[in-house]
């Protein structure tokens, strides 16, 4: 594996003559890369973020099995460090594609992270750096330094700095402190090309933003938070070390309400259904009732859509009598001024009556949103998701840009796009 930047592409003017360009550097790209380059192709991967593994090691456990993100992609990481054919490229992008299926002229750009790979970790630079960010790997919960570790399991395991806040040589405090000469402020965005003989977008997902939606007033009343918020807050490596608080004032939240379909199923927001929300509120209303004995939960749900293994986790859920499921579609919250407390109003359609629950935190199941490249190789359809019927001879989608989905399936379809990719690229 090589992941020295600047000089990673060895040989330019080979570039990866009929290798696989693969971009993004989530589950399903790394899988691709990883299954490619197993077989004996060449594979650059780049990212347009400073570290691989994407929304998966934001998680703080994943289904099914609850595992920490770390049991699977620290295996892949082993994979690729092993992989000499394998090349890295963080914080770099494709600005343009030309050519055909086997033979593509590719335009990379690489924005400049001011820390060189001799960086150790150390941590002496986040000492003596004077500015603060918001932090987001933890979505905005916490604040880092100008110069920082993306986070504790990154890969590469090296420090970046924000261009944006850093105030780079008028400073300089991290420069005088590096023992390893690994932080040079003359850096500049770069431009390189390369040939390349088949080429998958593993672009994944954001996250729906749900502030579009105003009666659920997410960013009106702080104690309103979204899902991946949640996993963030509940992941040790997260803003308060894995305790799940009340952002308002800290305090450890007793009645948590979830919103199911904050967007999706929604002709106005998302028409589709993201697949993945309801798994994903069933764990972490176990997480919360793990972590507190006296936490209580509601789950408002118009439908509950669990495949496969997740029915056994529903089984796990109906047994807590901490957690509650109502059947009905939370349409408005407001706040009890006395106490701060939201209060959700919803339709419970089996009873028919009207509810209106008392939360101390509300989390909103936000939907999946595609990633898309701007780039004109890319069709989408009337979601908005990839198109693959509509992509051209050697190009190719994986995960998450092609419709919602879980890991597992996930990682079944960047390996069978990895086997499509290799057959463009003979
Ligand atoms: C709140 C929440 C919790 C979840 N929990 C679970 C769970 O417990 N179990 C489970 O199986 N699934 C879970 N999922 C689903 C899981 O997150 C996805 O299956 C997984 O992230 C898909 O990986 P991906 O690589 O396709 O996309 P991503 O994880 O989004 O990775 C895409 C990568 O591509 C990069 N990228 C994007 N655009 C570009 C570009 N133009 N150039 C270069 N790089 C680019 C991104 O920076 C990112 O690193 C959850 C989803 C949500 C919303």
Redesign the pocket.
Known sequence: MVINRRNSITDKSEGLGKGILV???????ITTALEAAEVGYRVVL????PYL????SM?N???PKLCPPWCGLEINFRRIRQNPRIQILTS???TKISGSEGNFNVTLEMKPEYVNHQCTACGDCVEVCPVERENDFNLGLDKSRAIFLPHEMAFPHKYVIDENVCLKDECGKCLEVCKYDAINFEQSPEVIELKSGSIVF????E?FDVSQIQELKFGVFPDIIT??MM?RMASPNGPNKGKIVRPSNGEAPKNIVFVQCAGSRDESYLPYCSG??C??SL?QALYLTEKDPEANVKIFYIDLRLMGRHEDFLNRIMDNPRIELIKGKVGKIMEEKETGNMICEAEDILSGIKISAVADLVILAAG?VP?I?PLEQISTDESGFVSSEKLEPGIYAA???KNP????A?LKDATGIALKAIQSAK
Not at 53 to 56: D, I, L, M, N, P
Not at 202 to 205: D, I, K, L, V
């Open positions: 971009i993004g550097g989530g589950i399903s790209g780049i990212e347009q973020g593994g994407g929304k998966v998680m456990q994943y289904f770099t992008t494709v593993a672009t994944g997902w996250l899902n991946l996993e993945v929300c798994s994903v764990k999946m990633n490249s995960g998450c840009n989905q879980e890991v597992s996930s």
